[in-house]
């Protein structure tokens, strides 16, 4: 069993490139898809995009998901709008384990095979780690799954009006920013 692990290099910068961009699109993709979420709070809430970013930028996944479903439970009259929601809000989570299966694993290459593994490790009432092949295609797949999750949501929020709309260009605020008090004190 250990000869397995013998020519393992768990050293990240020694993937193969391609590994390394589709692991970068997938991140990225995640990173539209989360804001996307960010977006429909915004929107449900009515409020523009600054103030939706005040509210919704620090909270977990787990957070704007619920806080998406109870906003849009008032919001939207349509029970049809909303099973489409809360289908695309599983979309959505389920996009998110897969983002999360590729970030919180470590990675590794076989020295002589050049082939790519995630190390999978569990500790649910037990430690468990799993040894699991990860070819290109699947990451590759798991960007589009992600990506299209995301922009399913947005096309969501577009044709049902729900979009935030954009913070208004006279919005006097950078005065009062701490820093901007602090030193209005000191003058």
């Not at 804001?35 to 523009?48: K, V």
């Not at 939207?76 to 909303?82: C, E, G, K, T």
């Not at 299966?101 to 590794?108: D, G, R, S, T």
């Not at 798991?142 to 990506?147: E, R, V």
């Amino acid at each position: 069993m250990h000869d397995n692990f013998r020519n393992l290099d768990f050293d990240p910068r020694n993937l193969p490139a391609k590994y390394l961009e589709a692991i970068g699109l997938a991140v990225a993709c995640s990173a539209q898809t989360e804001d996307h979420m960010q977006l429909a709070i915004t929107g449900c809430l009515g409020l523009d995009g600054e103030l939706g970013w005040a509210i919704t930028s620090h909270m977990t996944v787990p957070l704007r998901e619920n806080v998406l479903k109870s906003v849009a439970e008032i919001k939207i009259d349509s029970l049809d709008d909303l099973d489409q929601l809360d289908e695309l809000i599983d979309k959505v989570k389920l996009a998110a384990e897969r983002r999360n299966a590729i970030v919180h694993n470590l990675w590794c290459r076989d020295e002589k095979t050049n082939d790519v593994f995630l190390l999978r490790t569990t500790a649910r009432n037990t430690v468990k780690v799993d040894l699991v092949p990860m070819p290109l295609d699947t990451i590759i797949d798991d960007a589009k799954f992600i990506y299209g999750a995301g922009i399913e949501l947005l096309n969501f929020l577009l044709s049902k009006g729900l979009m935030p709309s954009l913070p208004p260009r006279d919005r006097p605020r950078f005065h009062k920013t701490k820093a901007a008090r602090k030193k209005r004190a000191k003058d």
